[in-house]
């Protein structure tokens, strides 16, 4: 089988990020029984969905369309838009040892190598 690269699939989605997202929906689809539209081989089906995105064999805007009503199904209250929750350096990581100082002081020294 030939190689497969982004850059065979930007001719046909320019947004890298939107590629992504259009070949992880396709191959979800294919994972879940979808017929391929290029000769499978033994490719995986991240894979194949490139390949069928290089080859312009399936529709970026009917996968635009797929991935919009997916989350329009599931509703706002199942993504959670806020910040990840803040937290600390591990207990025993030397920036925990610098920060956490019992006397209150200035941070001890980290080492560094």
Known sequence: MARITTRDCERVVPNRFELVLLAARRAH???NGAEP???PGDEKPTVLALREVAARR???DALRRQLIE???ALGTDAIDFGRP???GPAPSSPIA???GSLDGGAPAQVPYH
């Open 29 to 31: 689809d294919l994972w």
């Open 37 to 39: 539209q290029v000769d």
């Open 58 to 60: 399936i529709d970026p």
């Open 70 to 72: 997916r989350f329009a």
């Open 85 to 87: 929750p803040v937290r």
């Open 97 to 99: 040892d610098a920060t």
